[in-house]
C-alpha cells in the first residue's frame, strides 16, 4: 500500500467505494466523477504507478476483466451505444491518480464526451514518416 494514493485507501477498506469486482489480482469500482453513468475503473490490488511499474499478468487481467465489465454493461439497463476503454499513462496523457487504471465508459449518441485532435490531425502524414516510427520501435522491439 502506498501512503498517499486514494485507491490503495480504497483497496485497503480505508476509503469509500462502489465494488464491482474483486479476485486476487485486481478490483473494480465505480468512478467517483463519471463521464456517463456506469463508468467503472479496474485497477491492480498491489500499487503500481504506471504501465511500466505493471506486471504484465496484471495488466492481462485488468484487461480481462474490463472486457467482462463491457459484457455486464451492455447486458444492463445502463444506457451504453458503445464503451470506450481508456489508460492514461502519465501526467502528459491526462492521469490524475497514480496508481494505473483503465477507465470503462458507457457511451451514446450525442453524450457530449470525445476526444480533442490537435490542428494538424487532418494532415495525414507521408508514408515515409509512418516507416520511420514503425522503424524506430520495430528496433526497440526487436522485430
Ligand atoms: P485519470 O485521470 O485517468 O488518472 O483518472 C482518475 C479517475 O479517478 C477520475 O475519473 C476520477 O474521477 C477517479 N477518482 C478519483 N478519486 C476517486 C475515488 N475516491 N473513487 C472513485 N474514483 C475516483
Ligand atoms: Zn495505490
Given at each position: 500500500m502506498e501512503s498517499g494514493c486514494i485507491f490503495c485507501k480504497i483497496l485497503a477498506g480505508q476509503a469509500e467505494a462502489s465494488m464491482v469486482y474483486r479476485d486476487a489480482q485486481v478490483s473494480a469500482f465505480m468512478d467517483i466523477q463519471p463521464v456517463n453513468p456506469g463508468h467503472v475503473l479496474v485497477v491492480p490490488?498491489?500499487?503500481?504507478?504506471d504501465l511500466a511499474a505493471l506486471d504484465t499478468a496484471t495488466g492481462r487481467r485488468i484487461f480481462e476483466i474490463a472486457q467482462q465489465i463491457a459484457a455486464a454493461i451492455y447486458r444492463s439497463d445502463l444506457r451504453s451505444e458503445g464503451i470506450n476503454l481508456f489508460l492514461a499513462d502519465g501526467e502528459a496523457a491526462g492521469q490524475d491518480v497514480f496508481h494505473i487504471h483503465m477507465h470503462i465508459v458507457p457511451r451514446f449518441d450525442e453524450d457530449g464526451f470525445g476526444l480533442k485532435f490537435g490542428p494538424d490531425y487532418a494532415n495525414l502524414p507521408a508514408r515515409a514518416e509512418l516507416d520511420l516510427a514503425a522503424g524506430l520501435l520495430r528496433a526497440q522491439l526487436g522485430t
Open positions: 490490488n498491489t500499487h503500481a504507478e
